[in-house]
């Protein structure tokens, strides 16, 4: 069997080159996507005919913040990869505060190394009974075909077996869990204790803080996906892989001791192997054979010593494959344990490892996003100072009004930096307002829940008669304080209407030339 492997790498060693470089190149694209995607867009970007900075020259339309329409649709593109390459150092806080709340801030995704080293462990054990398969799968072929296809299957039930009991480990983590998540429930001694079913969920990365004031169990349940009672379920990914697993092992066993069998008949049958060895049989001729009574004992000698090297050799082949399926099941076994211990069970577990990634602390998060960002800002600004001069090249070239001209002619003032901090900040003061609107939302359902379950004090049946030491009532408002008091309310409904229109008004997207004229025509015409 090695022979043939040996020949077959041997003849096929171009190919099996290219495949291994392919192999190669996809890991380092998957581990750094982002990166290879920013080198594409800024190569994109600065091509000489049918770059995007050549096409983004020709539109001269001006936002109302005083920056061309094209300048911002360049930055924001930049800016983008910086939030997918580097998020922002709050949410690493997030990310270690989501991971943690959800009972997986130790955990780590399966490596693209370590992956290969699964399929590799179990393509070599299953390579010697698919090559068996192979003579099955492949009647007829040659033994360099045979080959091939022991290749192939082997492959194949290895890619199959590790997918199926990494969904086994990640699906016994999950039950795992979610029988946390019951089993805390259920020891709540808390009379307001909360349902577990039919909740509401709200809770993401970026707003990971509304379940603060949760107990512990409403947290990870809170970032897990399960069914609609809550409870654990049917496990059909370990159940699948269970029989996955004994029924290759056992159908390998079969057909490994099968081919055994056919191998031991066709000796059995063929032509007997030559016999050197001394017998008193060899003595006599054929036509003076020893008498039978002197014959026998030979025979039944002969007989017992070829059934027990039979046997022995019977015994040793079974063990053999006993010991190679043994093998085999302790294998995906591991794989299961190693499914278990990595990999999220979270919705949004492995974003945040991926945010999170190999820092040990926010202060080394913080060095390493300033780096990147600013590597990013170099590659966007050096854009950006290309499509301004290609502005000014073709507003020169078609001829534009003062307020183009002035516009160009401060190009030098607008920095991708500075449309970065300004849309950092309408996205901060976005999300301020979305979570103080969510916040009331709650306390509101909060009072209505807590004012529809409060017991109500029975009432006291009334007395003529005086009640000593009773507590005097307050005097009634009098027409100056209700006047007062009502002044007040109004000044803070005034103060909050206006902060609300200026939070509004911050929020909404800039005008556009065509809508700014549009503006203006309006109101020229109502003035006149």
């Known amino acids: 069997m090695l022979d043939e492997i040996y020949a077959f790498v041997l003849a096929y060693r171009e190919l099996i080159s290219i495949v291994v470089l392919t192999i190669v190149l996809v890991v380092l694209l998957l581990n750094w996507w982002d990166e290879v995607k920013l080198f594409a867009k800024s190569t994109f970007y600065s091509m000489p005919f049918i770059g995007k900075t050549r096409r983004l020259s020709k539109d001269l339309n001006i936002r109302r913040d005083g920056w061309f329409a094209s300048e911002r649709t360049l930055c924001e593109d930049f800016a983008g990869d910086i939030r997918k390459i580097a998020a922002d150092p709050d949410m690493y806080d997030k990310a270690k505060s989501y991971l943690g709340k959800v009972q997986e801030l130790g955990r780590n995704e399966l490596g693209i190394g370590m992956r290969l080293l699964l399929i590799a462990m179990v393509?070599?054990?299953?390579?010697?009974?698919?090559?068996?398969?192979?003579?099955?799968?492949?009647?007829?072929?040659?033994?360099?075909?045979?080959?091939?296809?022991?290749f192939g299957i082997a492959f194949l039930i290895?890619?199959?077996?590790?997918?199926?009991?990494?969904?086994?480990?990640?699906?016994?983590?999950?039950?795992g869990l979610i029988g946390k998540v019951r089993t805390w429930w259920n020891h709540d001694s808390n009379p307001d204790r909360p349902n577990l079913m039919g909740r509401t969920n709200k809770t993401t990365l970026e707003n990971d803080h509304?379940?603060?004031?949760?107990?512990?169990?409403?947290?990870?349940?809170?970032?897990?996906?399960?069914?609609?009672?809550?409870?654990?379920?049917?496990?059909?990914?370990?159940?699948?892989?269970?029989?996955?697993?004994?029924?290759?092992?056992?159908t390998a066993t079969y057909v490994r001791y099968e081919t055994y069998k056919q191998e031991k008949t066709a000796e059995t049958t063929g032509a007997p192997a030559a016999d050197n060895t001394f017998s008193l049989g060899d003595l006599m001729s054929n036509d003076d054979a020893l008498p039978d009574l002197l014959a026998q004992p030979q025979q039944n000698a002969d007989q017992k010593a070829s059934q027990e090297r039979e046997g022995a050799r019977d015994a040793a082949n079974l063990s053999t494959y006993a010991i190679l399926a043994a093998l085999f099941i302790l294998i995906q076994i591991m794989g299961i344990g190693i499914g278990f211990k990595t990999g999220f069970a979270g919705k949004e577990s492995s974003e945040a490892r991926r945010i999170i990634g190999k820092f040990s602390s926010r202060?080394?998060?913080?060095?390493?996003?300033?780096?990147?960002?600013?590597?990013?800002?170099?590659?966007?600004?050096?854009?950006?100072?290309?499509?301004?001069?290609?502005?000014?090249?073709?507003?020169a070239a078609t001829g534009v009004d003062k307020t183009h001209r002035d516009i160009l002619q401060f190009s030098a003032d607008r920095h991708f930096m500075?449309?970065?901090?300004?849309?950092?900040?309408?996205?901060?003061?976005?999300?301020?307002?979305?979570?103080?609107?969510?916040?009331?939302?709650?306390?509101?359902?909060?009072?209505?829940?807590?004012?529809?379950?409060?017991?109500?004090?029975?009432?006291?049946?009334?007395?003529?008669?005086?009640?000593?030491?009773?507590?005097?009532?307050?005097?009634?408002?009098?027409?100056?304080?209700?006047?007062?008091?009502?002044?007040?309310?109004i000044k803070q409904e005034m103060a909050e209407k206006k902060a609300r229109e200026e939070a509004e008004k911050k929020a909404k997207p800039v005008e556009t030339e065509e809508e700014m004229y549009a503006r203006l025509l309006r109101e020229e015409g109502t003035e006149n």
């Not at 009672?229 to 092992?249: H, L, N, S, Y």
């Not at 306390?443 to 008669?465: D, F, G, I, K, M």
């Open 123 to 150: 393509f070599i054990e299953a390579l010697g009974f698919a090559y068996v398969l192979s003579g099955y799968t492949l009647p007829g072929a040659s033994e360099k075909l045979q080959v091939q296809g022991a």
């Open 158 to 175: 290895s890619c199959v077996l590790v997918f199926f009991t990494h969904q086994a480990g990640h699906e016994l983590h999950k039950r």
């Open 210 to 250: 509304l379940d603060d004031d949760d107990p512990a169990y409403l947290q990870i349940l809170h970032r897990l996906d399960t069914n609609a009672t809550v409870t654990k379920g049917t496990p059909i990914w370990t159940i699948v892989a269970v029989i996955a697993i004994i029924g290759v092992a056992c």
């Open 363 to 395: 202060v080394a998060y913080e060095s390493w996003f300033e780096r990147k960002r600013d590597a990013i800002a170099r590659i966007a600004q050096k854009h950006l100072t290309n499509l301004q001069s290609r502005l000014t090249e073709h507003a």
């Open 418 to 489: 500075e449309h970065y901090y300004q849309s950092e900040d309408k996205s901060y003061h976005a999300r301020q307002a979305h979570e103080a609107v969510t916040r009331n939302t709650h306390a509101q359902s909060r009072e209505a829940a807590a004012a529809s379950t409060a017991p109500v004090a029975p009432s006291e049946p009334a007395t003529s008669a005086p009640v000593e030491n009773a507590t005097p009532v307050a005097p009634m408002e009098t027409a100056e304080q209700m006047e007062q008091r009502l002044r007040a309310k």
